[in-house]
T-cell receptor, first 118, second 110 residues
């Protein structure tokens, strides 16, 4: 089945540094990738939609200069948290739509990245 | 923005009992899906039901969809301790991203 590989699974960084999270679609092409953030005991909140070869679309309230998204190829999307602060500590997870003959057949998710900013 | 609202927010049952979780949403949808998430882990896709379907089964899972009431239910029969997790419904409108509900935390006590 369609698999999205997300790395790293866990990262601890110092305040002010930047962290890059990668999501790769392993056996399919993902023209669109979705990035979510999840705080403890809360649901997943959509941050942005990344499209291969074009600018990402950010949800209201998400700073695009802070959360840089790059989707340079059909199999790789990256999220960079720039100048990280402790309040950016969260669980970040990517997702890609799975199509079957042009129809949505589900979504596949990366395993998530636990970011801790100290 | 979140569209789905699950209830209950938390559910605690004994092993062997059935667990029912409900989800309501606000706008029209193409598909509704249920996911499971163990604490601090990624999401596991459980089942997808399309807007023209009313009921779907997968093993011990039974999902219903009532588009007139904009609601869905997930039934887990003969629950096991390993079913302890958070369960989320998520909706999409075709080319839109998934929008998640707030989730139900299920605890199955052995």
């Amino acid at each position: 089945g369609a698999v999205v590989s997300q790395h790293p699974s866990r990262v601890i960084c110092k305040s002010g540094t930047s962290v890059k999270i990668e999501c790769r679609s392993l056996d399919f092409q993902a023209t669109t990738m979705f990035w979510y953030r999840q705080f403890p005991k809360q649901s997943l909140m959509l941050m942005a939609t990344s499209n291969e070869g074009s600018k990402a679309t950010y949800e209201q309230g998400v700073e695009k200069d802070k959360f840089l998204i790059n989707h340079a190829s059909l199999t790789l999307s990256t999220l960079t948290v720039t100048s990280a602060h402790p309040e950016d500590s969260s669980f970040y997870i990517c997702s890609a739509r799975v199509l079957d003959r042009g129809r949505v057949d589900g979504y596949t998710f990366g395993s998530g990245t636990r970011l801790t900013v100290v | 923005s979140q569209q789905g609202e699950e209830d209950p927010q938390a559910l605690s049952i004994q092993e062997g009992e059935n667990a029912t979780m409900n989800c309501s949403y606000k706008t029209s949808i193409n598909n509704l899906q249920w996911y499971r998430q163990n604490s601090g882990r990624g999401l596991v896709h459980l089942i997808l039901i399309r807007s023209n379907e009313r009921e779907k089964h997968s093993g011990r899972l039974r999902v219903t969809l009532d588009t007139s009431k904009k609601s869905s239910s997930l039934l887990i029969t003969a629950s096991r301790a390993a079913d302890t997790a958070s369960y989320f419904c998520a909706t999409d409108r075709g080319n839109t991203p998934l929008v998640f509900g707030k989730g139900t935390r299920l605890s199955v006590i052995a």
